[in-house]
């Protein structure tokens, strides 16, 4: 297997876990000092880690690949996201409802390791199906 197959493995692997919550493997796939960018901000995995652990605990986010792109160490992800409000989010109340977005994430993998990830989703789109915003 090919280095830019081995990185793609290690998107995947971070997709399984993430979806099936699963924060020990998570954070096992990212390097120490991962650097991680997001719709929130930017920080360390140990900023990441809480607000994933409620985007799968408030949001029942899943994720499903559509696509990915390898270029040497660079992965890049399309996502069919979805999810339900099912508990309160950063201040905002369950709803119930669902949703549905297209994501992408940009990862930069070395040795094995996510050093560097960039996520960007539709959030607006997602607030307004949860029931969030007019």
């Given at each position: 297997m ?11 692997a ?11 493997k ?5 390097a120490?000092d ?7 901000g930017?920080?360390?995995l140990?900023?990441?880690m809480?607000?994933w ?9 899943h ?8 270029d040497?160490?660079n ?9 339900r ?16 977005v297209?994501?992408m994430?940009?990862?930069v993998?070395?040795d ?6 960039w996520g960007?989703r539709?959030?607006?789109m997602?607030?307004?199906?949860i029931?969030?915003q007019?």
């Open positions: 090919g280095v830019e197959q081995k990185n793609q493995e290690v998107v995947r971070y997709v399984e876990a993430m979806n099936a919550g699963d924060f020990d998570l954070e096992g796939l990212f120490k991962a650097d991680i960018h997001g719709v929130l930017r920080g360390s140990a900023i990441a809480p607000i652990r409620a985007l799968h605990s408030s949001l029942a986010m994720l499903e690949i559509e696509a990915l792109a390898t040497g160490d992965v890049v992800a399309r996502f069919r996201e979805t999810g409000s099912v508990g309160e989010f950063r201040g905002q109340p369950a709803t119930g409802n669902a949703y549905e297209m994501a994430e940009w990862f993998i070395r094995g390791y996510i050093v560097d990830r960007v539709d959030s607006g997602q607030a307004r199906q029931g969030w007019a």
